[in-house]
């Protein structure tokens, strides 16, 4: 047969199969990405060439009309006489390519060569060959699938069953991208223009809930399935001009913008990337790559939203890929620690925590969220335990040699603060909370962490006073045996905000000393708390003075109207009246109520700004605002005569109370506006004589009735304007907590 030949670049929006990709091979197939065509990444990121003709002509093929299909004969100079390859004719659509094949070529390498020689942007996934009515095994070879010289094969476009066809279309284009870069040819498009376009293209996740939306999931997968992240980093270790800063130039792009435009619920199924990235990179160029550390701080980035609020962590296989970084950076600190001036970087830091809070979560689900879900001695003690896994011994290491590190700079730095100046104090106490983090993921964490700070008290006393302000340090407060009283006062001021120096806008205030509380109540009492985390402008009317000095006079003016007892908020304790505590007849106004939350406020500020108001609150008060429990010995300074009454209830002769001599009934007289009632302390209680067997609970009902129930809307009230102040509100517990001692904070 004779043909017509001409050159010819094939239009590639070629003919569209009609059946679903379901019903044909992978789209990359292990031979695609092993073979030497335009998708050549394989894990060793060899470059082969994906043209067998070392002609560098992009265009060398001859191709026809179909309507000169009789004119001129084919016979010409071919090496298909050759017994070991083969000539035969790719229609696309209405156009014919000739190409010369080896035998033992492979379909896949075909197309990847039909659609080099003519020059086309298209990745060769894209794309099948159909001959004699049937699509050919992308692994297979031509002489297996019996491909006869002088044939004519149909290259034809793959129609996707997916709900994502733009988003394959992306992937496909970057790795046809980085494949062209990879062999010395101009790359159609940008890769970090097709990157920013695949973001840009990322589903919305389903709003108001922790589910990721499945568009999402598989709009992601397509991705890592595409194996992109391979193909950059093997465009990365290329040799060739260029290719190494495009690369490195669209990895970056990744790891800046994917947080930006994938929503958080997305944030775990993005992480599975840039985890990838990590690996790949690490086992090519080590872990001594600027780009290997980059990748690993955004991992580290993505890593702590995910387990505080997001996505399911409980795949063990997450638990193993997190526990390298753990051990790596953990190494960072350990080799930081040994050195003479403690040399550590707050990146490596910031990583750890975050490193932490993801395993930590992850090992909580992994143990199915029982209990605290923390691992048991027993876990890494007993090789049969049922669910014993040997990361969980390795990570114990980890832990332990991190702690004993930290003890052993403790010891050895008794005086660090002016021994080594007060950076590396912080660099220390921030190692400290990294390894009380850690702590949490072992029933016996706690106790090891507690057994170093005991023993190492005087070192840790002198770090946290000398601190600046941290919230990390926030832990601390809980261990009341080790702080002595200025490193918990130091700790307690923490939990407020930086004041002026975190915001730029002062609250300011113009009062008149006539109407003093009104007017200050609806600065304070009436505006969103955020205005009062800054700084605090007082001016008086017709007063020109201004400054700390105005700012410490109204707070003292204010605070002295408060509590004065003729306002009836607060009462005195008749033995020490400058310790207060809640007035439960302050309850039949309810404005009095939001006076309770303006005082909150205005104590909270007082001590934000470091202002001494000469006020001591009772310990009843405390044991109230920390939600713990009253006892009759708490009460002893805010009602001495109760107090008395009730010592004698306890101490009185069995037989003598037994015989009724007192009358009493589980029954309590209160006293208010001038008319008196009586509640009862329990149901029935009218009708329940005390006696020796239980008078214990009658004194613990009623002082629980008197200092706890008459008082709780009010005491509920200060605290809710307290925690309006404190820059995470729900830390306010936790304030109290630490001074509920004997020793009481003068406010």
């Known amino acids: 047969m004779s043909h017509s030949r001409r050159s010819l670049n094939i239009n590639l929006n070629l003919l569209p199969s009609k059946r679903k990709l379901d019903d044909y091979a992978p789209l990359w197939s292990a031979e695609i990405l092993a073979m030497g065509g335009c998708h050549s990444f394989a894990p060793s990121f060899s470059s082969p060439n994906p043209n067998p003709n070392p002609n560098p002509n992009p265009n060398p093929a001859r191709v026809r009309d179909d309507s000169s299909l009789s004119s001129s004969s084919s016979s010409s100079t071919s090496p298909a006489s050759s017994s070991s390859t083969v000539q035969f004719f790719i229609r696309t659509d209405s156009k ?70 733009r988003s394959h279309r992306v992937v496909d284009d970057i790795l046809f991208s980085a494949s062209c870069l990879l062999h010395s040819h101009p790359a159609p498009r940008e890769i970090d223009a097709l990157l920013l376009e695949f973001l840009a293209s990322t589903p919305s996740a389903t709003q108001g809930g922790d589910d990721v939306d499945d568009t999402t999931v598989e709009h992601l997968g397509i991705f890592t399935l595409a194996a992109v992240p391979a193909a950059l980093v093997g465009l990365y270790l290329s040799d060739r001009p260029g290719c190494r800063l495009i690369a490195e130039s669209a990895i970056r792009l990744f790891l800046r913008q994917a947080p930006e435009y994938v929503p958080k619920p997305g944030h775990l199924h993005c992480s599975v990337i840039v985890l990838e990235f990590c690996k790949l990179i690490a086992a090519t160029c080590g872990k001594s790559d600027q780009l290997y550390v980059d990748c690993r701080s955004a991992l580290a980035l993505l890593m702590e939203p995910i387990a505080s609020s997001y996505g399911s962590l409980q795949n063990l296989k997450l638990v193993v890929e997190l526990y390298p970084f753990v051990s790596e950076v953990a190494g960072y600190l350990i080799k930081g620690l040994e050195s003479e001036e403690i040399d550590i970087c707050q990146q490596n830091l910031s990583e750890f925590a975050s490193f932490l809070v993801a395993i930590r979560t992850a090992i909580k689900q992994w143990l199915g969220g029982t209990g605290k879900g923390q691992i048991s001695r027993s876990f890494f003690h007993d090789q049969n335990h049922p669910m014993h896994e040997s990361w969980i011994r390795d990570l ?71 601190a600046k302000r941290n919230e990390k340090l926030k832990w601390m407060l809980k261990y009341k045996d080790v702080t002595d009283f200025e490193s918990r006062r130091n700790l307690t001021m923490m939990l407020f905000p930086g004041g002026k120096d975190d915001y730029e806008r002062m609250h300011e205030m113009l009062i008149d000393r006539l109407q003093l509380l009104p007017e200050s109540f609806e600065y304070i009492g009436q505006v969103e708390a955020q205005a009062l985390h800054g700084g605090l402008f007082v001016v008086f009317k017709n007063e020109s003075a201004t400054g700390p000095g105005v700012l410490r006079e109204w707070f003292n003016l204010v605070c002295r109207a408060l509590f004065n007892p003729e306002n009836v908020l607060f009462l005195p304790c008749p033995n020490d009246r400058r310790r207060f505590f809640p007035n439960p007849a302050s309850v039949v106004d309810p404005l009095h109520l939001k006076y309770f939350g303006f005082c909150g406020r205005v104590v909270a500020l007082a001590l934000m700004h470091k202002v001494q108001l000469g006020v001591v609150f009772d310990r009843s008060f405390y044991l109230q605002l920390a939600e713990g429990t009253i006892t009759l010995e708490d009460v002893k300074d805010a009602d001495p005569c109760l107090y008395m009454s009730c010592r004698k209830v306890l101490e009185m002769d069995a037989q003598l109370l037994d015989s009724d001599a007192l009358g009493l009934t589980f029954v309590r007289e209160i006293e208010e506006l001038g008319t008196q009632r009586a509640v009862e302390l329990c149901p029935g209680g009218k009708d329940i004589v005390v006696n020796s067997t239980n008078r214990e609970k009658y004194i613990d009902l009623l002082i629980e009735h008197r200092f706890v129930t008459c008082t709780s809307e009010q005491v509920s009230h200060f605290a809710q304007g307290f925690s309006d102040i404190l820059s995470n509100s729900k830390l306010k517990m936790r304030f109290f907590l630490v001074w509920t001692s004997k020793i009481l904070i003068e406010c």
């Open 96 to 165: 014919t390519v000739v190409v010369h094949s080896p035998r033992d070529s492979t379909v896949a390498s075909v197309i990847s060569r039909a659609l080099f020689l003519s020059g086309a942007a298209a990745s060769p996934g894209q794309y099948r060959l159909i001959y004699r009515g049937r699509q050919l095994d992308a692994a297979s070879t031509l002489s297996a699938s019996r491909v006869a010289s002088d044939s004519t094969l149909h290259l034809a476009a793959r129609l996707r069953s997916t709900r994502l066809p």
């Open 396 to 466: 114990r290491q980890v832990f332990v040699k991190l702690l004993r590190m930290v003890d052993e700079c403790l010891r050895k730095y008794n005086d660090l603060p002016a021994a080594k100046g007060p950076e590396q104090g912080e660099t220390v106490l921030a190692v400290l909370s990294g390894v009380h983090k850690f702590s949490k993921i072992y029933e016996d964490g706690d106790a090891l962490v507690h057994e170093v700070l005991m023993a190492r008290r005087a070192s840790v006393n002198a770090l946290v006073r000398c």
